[in-house]
């Protein structure tokens, strides 16, 4: 059957009922209630039944949207047909996860955004850094990227150049914890190769002190480390004292006065007087980064920490 004669039908079928509204509006002409398709049919303003069913056509053939451009499931009239809908609308990239309650700012990292049910919420919860997991005397298992440093013989006086590998000190202790989130932390062992400075008149030398603050700073691993220095007497309270003999670095760190070098002997310093032939180990410090993740660990000798950047 062609759209016409459809059309023509649905016309014929209208006229019946229209003739029952207009039935129904003669025996109360007062009333003043619009039937459903918006034509008014009060006593005043009769139009004709040509009219009304001219305006119905219009209404069903109207509009030219198509079904992509009507939402999913949803239904329209157009051009005298029922389209359904396919467009589905695209969901916000940025919304989270979350269902609701899941990420209330106290369970955000400080800083850090999330969207939750198109809001956004802004963390409030303060991140532990490393300095906030580490405890002074914890043990750190740390290895310096350096397997080999030669040390020249003008920076020690001694007969020759000296070698030694900075990777096997391997094992580490907390010894300050900085306001920045800094970490410093003492070798603890000491170098298996010792170190040989010669002073032929006696004197501590002041470049030997500098000498040893470079030997530290070859302990130092990129990422990793922010400084270093040598170890000096001030830093070794009773719980990171041992028992081997190594070098002291002496200077006071709050005037930059260089006292000299001493050593240590069974966890005692001794004095130096004449430096001739002596060698010691070294046993450096290094100052750790304060956005390195803890890995691993418990802190304890058997179980040290582990990091990573």
């Known amino acids: 059957m062609s759209e016409k004669k459809k059309h023509k039908v649905i016309i014929g079928i209208e006229i019946s009922l229209l003739c029952m509204i207009l039935a129904t509006l003669s025996i109360n002409a007062s009333s003043s209630n619009p039937p459903s398709n918006g034509v008014s049919y009060n006593k005043n303003n009769q139009v004709t039944v040509q009219n009304a069913l001219d305006d119905l056509y219009n209404k069903a053939n109207y509009g030219n949207a198509t079904a992509g451009q009507i939402l999913k499931g949803r239904t329209a009239l157009v051009g005298g047909k029922q389209v359904t809908g396919t467009y589905e609308a695209p969901t916000c990239p940025n919304l989270a996860t979350q269902t609701p309650g899941d990420a209330m700012a106290e369970n955000i990292d400080e800083g850090k955004i999330a969207w939750v049910n198109g809001e956004k919420v802004v963390g409030k919860r303060k991140v532990q850094t490393m300095s906030d997991i580490l405890r002074l005397g914890d043990y750190i298992r740390y290895t310096p990227s350096k397997s080999s440093y030669t040390i020249s013989s003008v920076d020690t006086g001694y007969s020759s150049n000296q070698t030694i590998n900075p990777s096997e000190l391997n094992s580490w202790r907390v010894i300050q914890k900085n306001a920045d989130g800094t970490v410093a932390i003492l070798a603890s062992t000491v170098s298996t190769t010792p170190i040989g400075f010669t002073d032929s008149d006696g ?3 002041e470049k030997y002190v500098k000498t040893l603050n470079a030997i530290a700073s070859a302990y130092e691993t990129e990422g990793i480390t922010v400084s270093s220095r040598h170890v000096k007497s001030g830093d070794l309270s009773s719980a990171f004292k ?38 010691k180990s070294v046993r450096p410090i290094v100052v750790l980064r304060s956005d390195l993740k803890i890995t691993g660990g418990d802190g304890t000798g058997s179980n040290p920490w582990t990091i990573a950047p």
Do not use: C, F, M
Not at 253 to 279: T, Y
């Open 203 to 205: 004197t501590i030398l």
């Open 242 to 279: 041992i028992s081997a003999t190594y070098w002291l670095a002496e200077y006071d760190i709050s005037s930059g006065e260089i006292e000299g070098v001493r050593w240590v002997h069974l966890g005692a310093v001794q004095p130096s007087a004449n430096l001739s032939g002596s060698k």
